[in-house]
Every structure is written in C-alpha cells, then in structure tokens.
C-alpha cells in the first residue's frame, strides 16, 4: 500500500488529483473509487490471500499462499486484432480499463530518478559510439520534460555534455528546474542558444530548458542554420489526443481543442509529427547523431505518410542492448521505512562490495550529490545478476541485524521483460520483435518464484497496440521466506531477460545462459 | 537546546538561506546533525516594523544584547523542525516544513506564532512568505520570494503576512506572466508603440480588477506593474540613480493612496512613465557601453565570461551581446580580444617579462594558446615580435 500512495504522493505523481502518475495519462490506479478499493483491499489483505486488479480497479481477492504474490494485475490488455488506440480510448471512456503506462499502475514508479541512469547510460554510449567516450564540448538537443524525458538533462550532464531541452508546458519547466533537475529555463531561444554555446565553449555540463513547441524550434533551428551533436525527443508522442501538442497552438488551446474536437486535434497532431520527425531527419542529413528514445514518435510519423522515418535508429537497439544480453538492467529498491539512510547504508554497501566497477561507483556518488528523493527514497542502479543477488542477501542481512529501519521493495523497470518492436525489442537478430511470449513467460514465472505483485499490461512507453510488458515487485523483510522469495525472483527475473536475448540469437546472453545453467539443451 | 545543536541548526538555516549546500547526502546529514526529521521546505522572512526608530542612538552593545533576545525568543516559541538565522540586523529568516503544516495558506502556523512573537517582544513584524521547494537546495529561491514579499508587505501595507504565492499566481495574480513579458520587452526594444499598446492592455484589463479588489489587493496590482517598468528600465540601461526618483514617488504615492480609485490615476501615469523612461536619453545606452568598455579594460587580466560582464551592467547576457555589437560593431569577446592583444604588445615593448607572464597579465592562463591569438592579431609570435621591436 506504500508503493500504490507513494505513486500517488504529490512529489512523485505529474497529477495526483487525477491518478496520473507518468507518461501522459499512465495512471495508478483507475478512478477515485477503485484507488480507495484498493487501499481498503490492501489493508485487510491476509498472508494467504491474493488481491486481482483489472486496469486499475480491484475485482477480488482469492484465497492463495504464503509463496503466492500478495497482489496480481493486469493492464490496459486488449484483444489483438482490437488492440489500437481507438479502441482503448473508447473503453477507458466508458470507464472499462485504464491506460497504465510502464510502472504506473503497478507502483514501482519513483520519479525521475528511476529512467536516471538508464537516461545517463545511453548517453554515456552515445558519446562512447560517436565522440571518444564523452560529451564535453558537445550538446544534445532533445525536447519533453515529463515524468520519463526530466531524466535527460541530468543524463545529459553526467557525462558532462550540454543538453537544450524544448519543452511546451511552462509548469514543467519550473517544476524541473525548481527540482535541481534541469539547471535553467532560457527566456527565448537567442538566449537559449547563448546559454548552449557559452558552455560548449568552455566545455562545462550545463542543462538549459526551453518553453516552445518542439517542432517549431527544431525548424527554427534548421533555418539559422544551427546543428547539435545529438538530436532526439521524449516528447508524448505515443499519445497524439492527449499527450502531443502539435507546433502552431498553444498548451491552453490544445487542451480545449482535444475536448472541443479530438478528430481535428488528431489530424493536425499527425501532420505536426511528420513535420517534426522530417526536422529531425534534416538534422541527422546534416551530420547530428539522431536516435528515437522510445516515445514511438518514429512510428506514429510513418503511420501519417513518412515512411523512411524509420532511417532514425531506437535507442535500445543502438545504444543499450549489450547490458540487456548479460542481465544488466535498471534494478530499484525502495525504503518502506522512508528513512534515507537505509538507502543510504545500502549505498556505502554497494560503493565498497563493487568498487572496481566503475560505472555503478560513478553512479551512486553522482546519485547522492546530485538526485533529490522524490517521495520514499529510493536508489536505482543498473546491477547483473549476481550483483542484485549479493544485494539481496545484503538487504536480508542488515534487516536481521536492526540496521534497517524497515523493510525494502525491490523492484525495476520493464525493460528486460517486454515485448515492444519499436523499442526494446526493435531489431532483434531472428526477427522475433513482436514476438509477445517472453513478458507472459516473465509474468508467470515471477509470480511462481515469490513476487509480492505481478502485473501484466500493454502499451508502456510507445502506446497502445505497440508493447507488452511485465511489472514485478518483490518485499523483502527480516524473515526466511522473504529471503528466498527475493532470491529466487531476482534470478527469475533477470534469467528470463538472459535467455530471451539468448534466444534471439545473442552469443554473450547465450554464454550467460550457460553459466547460470538457464539453457534447455 | 544544547550549544552544539543550536550551532548545527544555524549552520543549516544559513546553508540553505543561501542556497550554499549541493550536495543531497551531504544536506541529509546536516538535518540529522542539526536533530530534524526532514529538510525544511519553505523560508519565511520576519522584519521588525519601525527598525529605523527602535535602533536609533543604539549601542552595539544594546544590538547584539537584543538580538540574543530575539534569538532566544524564537527559540522557545518555534517548534523543533523549524530553524532560523538572521540575515540582517533587523530581521530573520525562519524555515519550516510544509508537511508540518495543514492544507492550503489557512493552515499555516504563521499568524499564531507572530502574535506570540510580537507578545513576548512587544515589537511588531512583517512576514513574507516564499514558495514551497520538495529540493532544499533551491531554499535559495524560497528566501528570496519570501523577502521579495516582506518588502512588498512594508510598501503596500495592509495584511502584515504576506504569500508569495497569493500574490503571483493563481486568480489573485496581480499581472498576467505574459503581459509581464511582453511589456519587458517593449520597453528593452524601446518600441514606443509596442509599449503604449502593452500598456493600454493592462489598463484595460486591470480596470475591472481594480475596482473590485480591496485597497491592499489593488496597491499590490500597481507594484507588480511599477515592478515590471523598474526591472525592464535598468535592463535597458538606466541606472538605479537615475531611476530613484520616480522609485520615490511611486512608493509614496501608494503609502497615501486611500482608496482605489486613487490608483486608477498611477496606471496612467506609470504608462506616461515608461515612455518616457525609454524616450528620455539614447545616450543611456552609450553611456552603458562605455561603462562596461571601461570595466573589460580594468579587468582584462581576469577570466571573464560574457555572463560575467552582461551582470556587471544589469543586463541579461543575450541583450547585452546584441547591444554591444549594435554599438561598436564587435562582439564583447572580440573587443576584449582586441583590448588583451593591445596590451600584451605594450607589456612586450615596454617589459622585459616573460611571454608566459605577459600572457597571465592579459588573462592567459594557457602562454600558447596567447600565442597564437598574437600571431593570428599581428602576423608574428611574440617572441618574435620582442625581438623585432
């Protein structure tokens, strides 16, 4: 129940009042009803029972078992051949089934810390691919600081690059400033681009946001004839009713325009995408570095009559698949105590058990001088296998010996467990991109290895229609079943993702399988 | 409280007044020495009314006696969480956390604990109060608001708490951001046109406000606009001397006016005002180019940024660019360029200095990086150059 109102606390949510937690409209749970149905449900819940939650709302909680999770769910799911966004927009108006972005719904959100580092490593390999191992004296023009994009500017500055982030909602822009998350807001884009070069110059990390439409300023651009070293967006535009505006009107007459009339909003928001892909398009013809950062901008660009937007690579497949095929990924773990210092101890723990992986001691100082907590404290860190599971034993131990103030949730984002060709899953070897199986598999075998909740959704990050993915969280606390839960779940978990890109054709994930003896012969 | 607590607690209070602490663990640990359960989030400024009196023909001896008094009494009249320190003579600064704090302006202890304040010392204070920040490292930003507003408090009179938030956003936002912008900007662009056009805008839309808001809503409306005039005026130019005379009169016409429609008159003339501001000497801006001339000449052996110098001069970095390539034809950095080159080729001739020295004196810290520049300014390196001259 922490996690559900931690997801809900005004610090974490982009919209509390709303139970819009991330992502445009990624909500938490369905209504103010269902999240109070919850709440209540959570509350009496037994050891030996099991809560379900359909989209959002509570139908029934079973009678199950210790080992069993304590709650499953699952999301936004449709019928294949009905699984497009009209069609789930229809229902969701009629109150049936809610859109729960990636960990929204099921509660493992925890700010913008959470896409932090994986923001900052596809950074730090974009600079590794193209400019010998670092940002300095180079900049990266990007645009959306909602919940997902308001990781960039720090991501950004971590490997000490300048970032101009365009962002239309004014309110977000103060609020990520206002939050040491991006360093100032530029009064025009004279300015801005004074601000990007003055730091170029002197190769300093700076961080400079914009209010403007994306589009427009990227045509601006082309037209002064300015080009970054990296252009790309994390604007909503999996979303193009509710979560895009589209360049020629304003924040407040798109909102009135998207209940006035959604038709004609969909249409200008679709020839506004073309226009703002061809920008990018332009700019990577004029020799930037351009990538999709898995906002499905690519696709909903081709679906409205620009087929070669898919020129511009996806990040995952450029940039981070090598972690994905040795089990690295974004692992988290949540204080339920609320005291920082236990996210504190587990840091000094991971600082002096991994020292000499220079990435994760990297991250966790400029986690601790830089990251504000944002709701429970929290720490993500990518970690392989046998990184989380000394963690575990870690967390078991500290607990038993008082040094915790509570117990923790552990829990990661969904890119190990998904099914998302336009993202994840984009370009595998076989050609099995859109090959849904895999978070299915992940879901049933976590709930089988201990998970406290399982949740199964669609449509995470790209839209409906475009991923299937699986949430997992399991609670670890003093006690010897938790500790055998926590263990075998974050083999489970991480092992699925090994032999999923084993599968899929990749050597080192196959040499991973076999060491951990995943591989069927 | 014990010795080193109290010093823990005022450490704290400075080191987040002044926005001096960046790290997040760092800051943890400070609330922890300082025996808090959480960083504070918002600042609130308490100014004793009626300083100037109280401390007339004071000793140091009496002042120091009395700020240990106050000192003391918001020790014992504040509640754990909160921590305090004096940013002046006459006044404080006290943080709090919200989430000690019930829903909405309402609930804030404020008004209680003033009257027990003022009871206790029989003075009286004013409260500004600034907005809220989750990240205590931009309590910075916080003090500022909440002194912005105490001083908006003491001019305007009225309520003695005084909201940042009431008073510049929501329904009760004096002007509108945008009006605010597009006036700024008139007046920077010296666009006489634009500038009436602006103006009669925000009279038009202040009319109805103003009639229907209270004496110190609408005292408070005029400020922000007097505000917006006085800000754009000394970015564009004019200096603080030049500007405290219409300063004066606007502040003294809103302590006597006495009802609103007294007020309709000073939306008037503060549109006059500006056109006349901006209409009054273009010699400003030479006269601002000269000074900032002046400084890079004074300065040139130091590492400055363009934004170094624009803050020098009142000005945002972007316009102060544009206004000094208007006016001498080059940019700052190739002035100053220019300015180095001068005067490293003087100190060649005239010294016996080594290039690498003459390269510190005139802001080098790399000699051949300096000598480059030189070859590229005079067609020879300087050694060469020495040797010749």
């Given at each position: 129940?922490?996690?559900?109102?931690?997801?809900?606390?005004?610090?974490v949510a982009?919209?509390?009042?709303?139970?819009?937690?991330?992502?445009?409209?990624?909500?938490?749970?369905?209504?103010?009803?269902?999240a109070?149905?919850?709440?209540?449900?959570l509350t009496q819940?037994?050891?030996?029972?099991?809560?379900?939650?359909q989209?959002?709302?509570?139908?029934?909680v079973?009678?199950s078992?210790?080992?069993a999770?304590r709650?499953i769910?699952?999301?936004?799911?449709?019928?294949?051949?009905?699984s497009?966004?009209?069609?789930?927009?229809?229902l969701e108006?009629?109150g049936l089934?809610a859109?729960g972005?990636?960990?929204?719904?099921?509660?493992?959100?925890?700010?913008s810390?959470?896409?932090?580092?994986g923001?900052?490593?596809?950074?730090?390999?974009?600079?590794r691919?193209h400019?010998g191992?670092?940002?300095r004296?180079?900049?990266?023009?990007?645009?959306g600081l909602?919940g997902?994009?308001s990781?960039?500017?720090l991501?950004?500055?971590?490997n000490?690059?300048?970032?101009?982030?365009?962002?239309?909602?004014?309110?977000k822009?103060d609020?990520?400033?206002r939050?040491?998350?991006c360093?100032?807001?530029?009064?025009?884009?004279d300015?801005a681009?004074?601000l990007?070069?003055?730091?170029?110059g002197?190769?300093?990390?700076?961080?400079?946001?914009?209010?403007?439409?994306?589009a427009?300023?990227?045509?601006?651009?082309?037209?002064?004839?300015?080009?970054p070293d990296?252009?790309?967006?994390?604007?909503?535009?999996?979303?193009?009713?509710?979560?895009?505006?589209p360049?020629g009107?304003?924040?407040?007459e798109a909102?009135?325009?998207?209940?006035d009339?959604?038709?004609k909003y969909?249409?200008?928001?679709?020839?506004?995408?073309?226009?703002?892909?061809?920008?990018m398009?332009?700019f990577?013809?004029?020799?930037?570095?351009?990538?999709?950062?898995g906002?499905?901008?690519?696709?909903?660009?081709?679906?409205?009559g620009?087929?070669?937007?898919?020129?511009?690579?996806?990040f995952v497949?450029a940039?981070?698949?090598?972690?994905f095929?040795?089990?690295?990924?974004?692992?988290?773990?949540i204080?339920l105590s609320?005291q920082?210092?236990?996210?504190?101890?587990?840091?000094?723990?991971i600082l002096a058990?991994f020292k000499?992986?220079e990435?994760?001691?990297h991250w966790?100082?400029?986690?601790?001088?830089r990251?504000?907590f944002?709701g429970?404290?929290?720490?993500?860190?990518?970690?392989?296998?046998?990184?989380?599971?000394?963690?575990?034993?870690?967390?078991t131990?500290l607990?038993?010996?008082g040094?915790l103030a509570a117990?923790?949730a552990?829990?990661?984002?969904?890119?190990?467990?998904?099914?998302?060709?336009?993202?994840e899953?984009?370009?595998?070897?076989?050609?099995?991109?859109s090959i849904a199986d895999?978070?299915?598999?992940g879901?049933?075998?976590n709930?089988?290895?201990?998970?406290s909740?399982v949740?199964?959704?669609?449509?995470?990050?790209?839209?409906v229609?475009?991923?299937?993915h699986?949430?997992?969280?399991?609670i670890?606390?003093?006690?010897?079943?938790s500790?055998?839960?926590?263990?075998?779940?974050?083999v489970?978990?991480?092992?699925?993702?090994?032999?999923?890109?084993?599968?899929?054709?990749?050597t080192?994930?196959?040499?991973?399988?076999?060491?951990?003896?995943?591989?069927?012969? | 409280?014990?010795s080193?607590l109290?010093r823990?607690?005022?450490?704290?209070?400075?080191n987040?007044?002044?926005?001096?602490?960046a790290?997040?663990?760092?800051?943890?640990?400070?609330?922890r020495?300082?025996?808090?359960?959480?960083?504070p989030?918002?600042?609130?400024?308490?100014?004793?009314s009626?300083?100037?009196t109280?401390?007339?023909?004071r000793?140091e001896?009496?002042?120091?006696?009395w700020r240990?008094?106050l000192?003391?009494?918001?020790?014992?009249?504040?509640d754990?969480?909160?921590?305090?320190c004096f940013?002046?003579?006459r006044?404080?600064?006290v943080?709090?956390?919200?989430?000690?704090?019930?829903?909405?302006?309402d609930?804030?202890?404020?008004?209680?604990?003033?009257r027990?304040i003022?009871?206790?010392?029989?003075?009286?204070?004013?409260?500004?109060?600034?907005?809220?920040?989750?990240?205590?490292?931009?309590?910075?930003?916080?003090?500022?608001?909440?002194?912005?507003?105490?001083?908006?408090?003491?001019?305007?009179g009225g309520?003695?708490?005084?909201?940042?938030?009431a008073?510049?956003?929501?329904d009760?936002?004096?002007?509108?951001?945008?009006?605010?912008?597009?006036l700024k900007?008139?007046i920077?662009?010296?666009?006489?046109?634009?500038?009436a056009?602006?103006?009669?805008k925000?009279k038009?839309?202040?009319?109805?406000?103003?009639d229907?808001?209270?004496?110190?809503?609408?005292k408070?409306?005029?400020?922000e606009?007097?505000?917006?005039?006085?800000?754009?005026?000394?970015?564009?130019?004019?200096?603080l001397?030049?500007?405290?005379p219409?300063?004066?009169e606007?502040?003294t016409k809103?302590?006597?006016?006495?009802?609103?429609s007294?007020?309709h008159?000073m939306i008037?003339?503060?549109?006059?005002?500006?056109?006349?501001?901006?209409?009054?000497?273009?010699?400003l801006?030479?006269?601002?180019i000269?000074?900032?001339?002046?400084?890079?000449?004074?300065?040139l052996?130091?590492?400055?940024?363009?934004?170094?110098?624009?803050k020098?001069?009142?000005l945002?970095p972007?316009?102060f660019?544009?206004?000094f390539?208007?006016?001498?034809?080059?940019t700052?950095?190739?002035?100053l360029?220019a300015?180095?080159?001068?005067?490293?080729?003087?100190?060649?001739?005239?010294?016996?200095?080594?290039?690498?020295?003459?390269?510190?004196?005139v802001?080098?810290?790399?000699?051949?990086?300096?000598?480059?520049?030189?070859k590229?300014?005079?067609?020879?390196?300087?050694?060469?150059?020495?040797?010749?001259y």
């Open positions: 129940m922490r996690l559900l109102l931690n997801s809900l606390d005004p610090e982009e919209c509390p009042e709303e139970l819009i937690v991330y992502g445009g409209t990624g909500k938490a749970a369905r209504d103010r009803e269902s109070e149905g919850i709440r209540k449900e819940l037994k050891d030996d029972e099991t809560l379900l939650i989209s959002g709302k509570p139908v029934a079973f009678p078992h210790p080992f999770p709650v769910m699952a999301g936004s799911l449709l019928v294949p051949s009905y497009d966004y009209d069609t789930f927009s229809r108006r009629r089934t859109f972005q990636t960990t929204a719904s099921c509660w493992a959100y925890i700010g810390q959470g896409v932090m580092e923001t900052a490593n596809t950074y730090g390999e974009v600079a691919r400019f191992g670092t940002l004296g180079r900049w990266v023009l990007t645009a909602g997902m994009g990781a960039q500017p991501g950004v500055e971590y000490d690059g300048v970032v101009l982030a365009v962002e239309v909602d004014e309110s822009v609020r990520r400033v939050n040491s998350l360093q100032m807001k530029a009064a025009d884009l300015e681009l004074f990007v070069r003055e730091a170029v002197r190769k300093e990390a700076r961080s400079v946001a914009l209010v403007g439409n994306a427009q300023v990227f045509r601006d651009l082309l037209k002064r004839g300015v080009t990296v252009v790309t967006d994390q604007t909503a535009a999996h979303d193009l009713l509710n979560g895009y505006v360049a009107i304003s924040l407040p909102v009135k325009l998207r209940a009339a959604p038709e969909l249409d200008l928001s679709r020839r506004g995408i073309v226009e703002h892909v061809k920008a398009m332009e990577m013809h004029r020799g930037a570095v351009v990538f999709d950062y906002n499905n901008i690519r696709h909903q660009a081709v679906a409205a620009l087929p070669e937007a898919f020129e511009i690579p996806g497949s940039y981070l698949r090598d972690y095929c040795v089990g690295r990924g974004p692992f988290r773990w204080a609320g920082p210092e236990d996210i504190y101890a587990l840091d000094e723990f058990e000499d992986d990435e994760i001691t966790i100082h400029f986690a601790q001088e990251i504000p944002q429970l404290p929290a720490r993500t860190c990518w970690l392989n296998l046998d990184q989380r599971l000394r963690l575990v034993q870690v967390i131990d607990l038993r010996q040094k117990p923790l552990l829990t990661r984002d969904h890119m190990g467990s998904v099914a998302s060709p336009w993202r899953t984009e370009k595998m070897p076989d050609g099995s991109d895999w978070p299915v598999l879901g049933l075998l709930a089988i290895s201990g998970a909740l949740s199964i959704q669609q449509g995470g990050g790209v839209g229609g475009y991923s299937l699986t949430g997992m969280t399991v670890v606390d003093a006690s010897e079943i500790a055998k839960k926590a263990q075998q779940v974050t489970s978990d991480v092992g699925l993702g090994i032999i999923r890109h084993a599968d899929a054709g990749y080192s994930a196959q040499r991973m399988s076999r060491q951990y003896g995943f591989h069927v012969d | 409280m014990d080193f109290g823990m607690r005022q450490e704290l209070a400075y987040l007044t002044f926005g001096l602490e790290s997040v663990r760092e800051l943890w640990e400070m609330v020495r300082a025996g808090l359960q959480y960083p989030s918002i600042v609130t400024v308490w100014e004793v009626g300083a100037e109280l401390f007339r023909d000793s001896l009496w002042k120091v006696s240990r008094e000192k003391k009494t918001f020790d014992s009249v504040l754990n969480n909160a921590i305090h940013i002046s003579d006044a404080l600064a943080l709090f956390n919200n989430h000690d704090w019930g829903p909405g302006d609930s804030s202890p404020l008004p209680e604990l003033k027990r003022e009871n206790l010392l029989a003075l009286k204070f004013v409260v500004g109060v600034g907005r809220v920040y989750p990240d205590a490292r931009q309590l910075g930003m916080s003090f500022h608001e909440a002194r912005q507003t105490a001083e908006r408090v003491r001019i305007v309520q003695d708490i005084g909201f940042f938030d008073m510049s956003e929501g009760d936002e004096p002007l509108l951001e945008t009006e605010k912008l597009a900007r008139a920077q662009k010296n666009d006489r046109r634009e500038t056009l602006v103006i009669q925000i038009e839309m202040l009319s109805d406000r103003l229907n808001a209270n004496l110190s809503g609408a408070t409306v005029i400020f606009l007097l505000s917006v005039v006085s800000i754009a005026s000394l970015e564009s130019g004019r200096t001397e030049e500007l405290f219409y300063f004066l606007w502040i809103l302590r006597l006016a006495k009802e609103v007294d007020l008159e008037a003339s503060a549109g006059e005002k500006v056109l006349v501001l901006r209409n009054h000497d273009r010699s801006e030479a006269r601002m000269t000074r900032a001339k002046e400084f890079l000449e004074n300065h052996g130091e590492d400055l940024t363009l934004s170094d110098i624009a020098r001069q009142f945002s972007c316009y660019s544009r206004l390539k208007q006016s001498t034809g080059q700052v950095m190739e002035f360029t300015l180095r080159m001068a005067k490293g080729k003087e100190l060649l001739e005239k010294t016996n200095q080594p290039v690498s020295q003459v390269a510190g004196t802001g080098y810290s790399d000699p051949n990086y300096f000598s480059r520049v030189f590229r300014h005079f067609g020879m390196a300087p050694s060469e150059y020495r040797a010749k």
